[in-house]
């Protein structure tokens, strides 16, 4: 079966710390999507990145950034320098390979980020 | 270029009472998505369409819930004879093709009496 562990439910950090959101994931498909969204206060789901099972290569986007491990099952998000507008609750999900494509979603993380 | 809209955005209803909440997709998204968030979870899958083909849905769509596509463009989810348990959000997303990024709209909250 599938499953997304977000082990780390709540995260308090003050302005320009960085920090380090764990998903880790379980799944038997070869084929498989890893993505991050961002679900702010107004309550949208905002995506952030999208990652297949082929492709390890760790990602930066401005002060986000990715870094994917096969060999411990791990899709972690580390902001850097983090803002008050970062403040949100995050999001790790999975999608399947070849039978279908539901996102399987963590129970998500909260981060509040203070001034 | 205009995002997944969902309507209405807030809806309380007495539990017995039917609901129906609408979905209109990015445009040229040939996927349909709908998912359901309870407070302190992550979204949980229900179904999904193809244009105007429902594909699958997931066991916690019951048979008081019918979601429909009917012209591949926007959608509708119906819940009959809601029960307190069915107070969540509701969220739609919407994907170009089979694996490709899914975009969420902003979600109709549903609070039962």
């Known amino acids: 079966a599938q499953k997304v562990t977000q082990a780390q439910t709540e995260i308090s950090v003050v302005e320009k710390e960085d920090v380090t959101l764990d998903c880790v994931y379980e799944t038997r498909d070869t084929t498989y999507y890893l993505f991050w969204y961002k679900q702010p206060p107004s309550g949208e789901l905002v995506f952030l990145i999208r990652?297949?099972?082929?492709?390890?290569q760790n990602e930066i986007s401005g002060r986000y950034s990715w870094n994917f491990q096969k060999s411990t099952s791990s899709f972690n998000f580390t902001i850097t320098a983090s803002q008050v507008v970062d403040s949100a609750v995050y999001f790790c999900?999975?999608?399947?390979?070849?039978?279908?494509?539901?996102?399987?979603f963590g129970k998500g993380t909260t981060l509040s980020v203070s001034s | 270029d205009t995002g997944v809209s969902q309507n209405p955005r807030h809806k309380i209803t007495k539990r017995g009472q039917n609901v129906t909440f609408r979905c209109d997709p990015i445009?040229?998204?040939?996927?349909l998505y709908w998912y359901r968030q309870t407070l302190g979870q992550g979204p949980e899958f229900l179904t999904y369409?193809?244009?105007?083909?429902?594909?699958?849905k997931s066991r916690l769509l019951s048979d008081r819930f019918s979601a429909e596509r009917p012209k591949g463009s926007f959608s509708t989810l119906e819940i009959q004879r809601t029960e307190q348990g069915d107070s969540a959000m509701y969220l739609c997303?919407?994907?170009?093709?089979?694996?490709?990024?899914?975009?969420f709209g902003p979600g109709t909250r549903l609070l039962v009496l």
């Open positions: 997303a919407s994907s170009l093709g089979n694996q490709e990024t899914q975009y």
């Open positions: 999900a999975l999608s399947r390979g070849e039978a279908g494509t539901a996102l399987i």
């Open positions: 990652r297949n099972s082929f492709d390890e």
């Open positions: 445009s040229e998204h040939n996927r």
């Open positions: 369409f193809q244009n105007e083909a429902q594909l699958e």
